[in-house]
C-alpha cells in the first residue's frame, strides 16, 4: 500500500502517542498538572446594610452582599477549603469624594468586613484590594487633576489606605492601582506600624481591558468612569516585555505574589513571568471572561462545569500558582466529585 509522503513518520508505527490516553488511570499517571481548591482565590462584593442581597445583572451567579450575608458565604467557602478571599466594596455614592477619604476610613465598609470576617473565620485569608476607584467619585484608580491622574500624590493615600486595611486585621494586600512605586512605599508604611508579617499581592502586569466592565458595575464605578480609560497607568494590551519589567520592580519592592490581570486572554504573560523570575504567580480570571462563559453556559451552549474547570486548568498550564476566579465556590464543590 502506497502511504502519502505525510504519513511517513519515521517514529510511527513504534511510537503511538494515542497509548497512554487509552485508560483513565494511564490519563491519570501522566497528568502535567492538577487543580486543587488550594489554587483559588474567591473574589467577593461587599455592600452596607443588613439582610442584603444584590444580584451583579452582568455577572451571573454573583451577588454584592452585606457583611452578615457575607459571612455566610465566606464561611461555605471556608468549608469547602478555599483558602482565601478578595473583597471589594460597593461604596454609596454619597461617600464618594474627589480625594476618596473614605478609602482610609478606619470604619469603612471593607475594614468592618475584615474584621467580621477574621473574628468568626480567623484561618481563612482575607486580602484586601487597594486602589481609589470605588471611593474615588471620577471612578479612577487614582486622584485626578485637570484630567491628569496623579502618581505620588496617589501612592500616599494608597499608604493609609492599606493601613487602615492591616489595622483592621486583613492578611494580604493587594495594590490594584498600576500607580508607580507604590508598592515599596506600602511595605515601608506596613513595617513602619509593625505590620512586617502583612503580605502584598502586586498587580504586577494589569492591562488596561475592555474585560473589566461587568466588575465596574458590581461596585459601581462604571458610572463614574463614563467613556474614560486606565490607559494612562494600566498597561497596553500589546505589550509583553513591559509586564516583565514591571514585575522585576515589584520584586524589588518586597512583592511576595505577582499578579497578571485579565487572565485567559493573558496566558502567555503569565507563562513569561514564570520562567523569567520563579516567584508566585496568581492569574485573575476576570469579570468579563466569567461573565462570557457564564452566557454562554445559560445558553446551553457550553457545559458549564467542564468549561469551568478546564478554564481554571489552563491557568495552572501556563503557570499560575493562585488563581483568582468569581467561580471558586462552584469549583471547589465540583473537585469534591
Ligand atoms: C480596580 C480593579 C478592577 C478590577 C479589580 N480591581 C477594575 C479596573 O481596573 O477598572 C477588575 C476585576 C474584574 O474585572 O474582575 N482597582
Redesign the pocket.
Known sequence: MSRPQFLTNPSFPRTRMRRNRQTDWSRRLVRENTLSVDDLVW?VFVLDGENRREPVASMPGVERLSIDLLLDAVGEAYELGVPAIDL?PYTDDTLKTPCAKEAYNKDNLVCRAVRAIKAKYPDLGVIT?V?L?PYNSDGH?GLVQDGVILNDETVEILCQQALVQAEAGCDVVSP??MMDGRMGLIRDTLDGAGYQHVQMIS?AA?YASA??????DAVG?GGS?GKGD?KTY?MDPANSDEAIHETGLDVGEGADMFMV??GLPYLDIIRRIKDSFGLPVAA?H???E?AMLKAATQNGWLDNDRTVLETLMCFKRAGADVIFT?CAVEAAKLLQK
Open positions: 473574589p471589594f484590594d486602589a476607584d484608580d490594584s492601582d498587580y494589569k474585560y473589566y466592565g461587568p466588575f465596574r464605578s468612569l486606565k494600566q490581570k485579565p485573575y476576570v469579570s468579563g466569567y468569581y
